[in-house]
Nanobody, 122 residues
């Protein structure tokens, strides 16, 4: 099955930037949508951004609009999340998901990576 591996997380000061990457193996092109979610202990996984493989349509959570940008590369074997103007409340484990629908719902994504930690210090 499809395997997704996130990278690029780390520690950054408030106001700084990080760029996350999600590398896919298997047959990711069978899925229409790639998305980023994030999660902190004790909370449900929260939608961050999504992009369609075909056409490149994007959608963002209100909390990250204007600060985060999701993109896909030319080969369509990876997606990225450029995170600017980071805030302490952005601290979370960030997960890459693959699905067939443009959805904000975690349940609509069939595959997930193991996550990459993003920590924003104040």
């Amino acid at each position: 099955q499809v395997q997704l591996v996130e990278s690029g997380g780390g520690l950054v000061q408030a106001g700084g930037s990080l760029r996350l990457s999600c590398a896919a193996s298997g047959r990711p092109f069978g899925f229409h949508v790639m998305a980023w979610f994030r999660q902190t202990p004790g909370k449900k996984r929260e939608f961050v951004a999504r992009v369609a493989w075909s056409g490149g349509s994007t959608y963002y959570a209100d909390s990250v609009k204007g600060r985060f940008t999701i993109s896909r590369d030319n080969a369509r074997d990876s997606v990225h999340l450029q995170m600017n103007s980071l805030k302490p409340e952005d601290t979370a484990v960030y997960y890459c998901g693959a699905g067939n629908f443009m959805s904000d719902d975690e349940a609509r994504y069939a595959y997930w990576g193991q996550g990459t930690q993003v920590t924003v210090s104040s």
